[in-house]
């Protein structure tokens, strides 16, 4: 099981904040350093200073680290076109070394849509989007050297496509694929995902989700252990009951958020980690940390918490 962080950079923060967060996760031992791609603050501030394009930011935190996982929790396909960011997700995996992971998935936030202009058609619509995505994107990084992808879609179409530039990764950086769909979703993950990953579920909503993509693996032929589990949630961790309460998400959180969190002392998230693995079987876990500022929580995390979960024959 590795441990990555989790970022909320359109409630505001720069560069400079996320590079210091992806410096320490790398100097204490987490796995990944992820961020969401959102452009408008849901929670109806301002976000200062603004947000930050998540594919920029990765490239640039390619530089500036060395070991650990870089990636999007998750990017909107309405928000590039499929060839352009397969040209944006590959160079980014070029600039870091093969460390990129992409999470993709339909888009659902109307408001930040209709902030900055970008078209927000029916669910249906962006699934079938979505769909075609996934299979561009997989067919360009298959394409082997000095041959030529062509695509022919209801919503895209790609004609003598040279396939370049070529990921480090082959055939192509991970592709997470994510959320509560009963259907389409599942089916999605059997037939392009690396990672299925949930956020803010309940243990008993993910048990049974990850069981409707093990049969939509079964039914795509693939072995459903061939898919790892991943599970999102907020971290309010503390030594003490103030440290927590000040940590904790407000009251005007969603609730699948705020009852969902790994929220309490080490010892506390330690045992409700463990009430996870036990009953899901995750691979992964990715901790939403709200406040960048607030390094010392990312610290305590690993110092207090990754040990005893190595020591209870979890690897951390």
Same mark, same amino acid.
């Given at each position: =099981? ?13 560069? !400079? ?6 410096? +320490? ?12 791609? %959102?452009?408008? $603050? ?8 603004? #947000? ?29 076109? #499929?060839? =352009? ?9 070029? =600039? ?27 669910? %249906? ?12 994107? !997989?067919? +360009? ?8 992808? !062509? ?13 370049? #530039? ?33 956020? @803010? ?8 989700? @990850?069981?409707?993509? *093990? $049969? ?15 599970? &999102? ?23 699948? =958020?705020?009852?969902?969190? +790994?929220? &309490? ?19 992964? +876990?990715?901790?939403?940390?709200? *406040?960048?500022? *607030? ?6 995390? $690993? ?7 190595? $020591?209870?024959?979890? #690897?951390?």
């Amino acid at each position: =099981m590795d441990f990555r962080i989790f970022t909320e950079p359109e409630l505001g923060a720069g560069y !400079s904040e996320l590079l210091r967060v992806a410096r +320490l996760a790398e100097e204490t031992g987490f796995e990944g350093f992820f961020r969401s791609d %959102h452009v408008l $603050a849901m929670d109806g501030s301002e976000g200062l200073p603004g #947000p930050t394009d998540a594919w920029t930011t990765l490239s640039a935190l390619g530089r500036e680290t060395t070991r650990i996982r870089l990636g999007t929790l998750v990017t909107a396909a309405t928000f590039r076109l #499929p060839g =352009m960011l397969a040209i944006t997700v590959a160079q980014a995996d070029e =600039m870091c070394g093969g460390r990129i992971e992409l999470g993709l998935g339909a888009g659902w936030f109307a408001a930040e849509h209709a902030a900055y202009g970008i078209p927000f058609p029916s669910v %249906h619509e962006r699934f079938d989007r979505f769909t075609e995505q996934l299979e561009i994107l !997989s067919g +360009l990084w298959a394409t082997p050297p000095g041959a030529r992808f !062509s695509y022919a879609g209801t919503h895209y179409t790609l004609t003598d496509c040279p396939a370049l #530039p070529r990921p480090v990764q082959q055939p192509g950086p991970p592709v997470i694929i994510g959320g509560y769909g009963p259907r389409r979703t599942p089916a999605l993950a059997a037939r392009f995902a690396a990672e299925f990953n949930l956020t @803010f579920a309940s243990i008993d909503t993910a048990v049974e989700q @990850f069981e409707r993509v *093990d $049969a939509a693996c079964r039914s795509a032929g693939r072995e459903p252990a061939n898919l790892p589990r991943s599970i &999102g949630q907020t971290l309010a961790l503390g030594r003490t009951d103030a440290e927590i309460a000040e940590r904790a998400l407000p009251a005007a959180a969603p609730e699948n =958020m705020r009852t969902n969190a +790994l929220a &309490g002392s080490p010892a506390q998230v330690v045992d409700a980690i463990g009430r996870w693995r036990e009953r899901t079987g995750i691979d992964r +876990l990715y901790l939403q940390i709200l *406040d960048l500022a *607030d390094l010392g929580h990312i610290e305590l995390f $690993a110092a207090e918490v990754m040990p005893q979960l190595a $020591a209870e024959g979890t #690897p951390g």
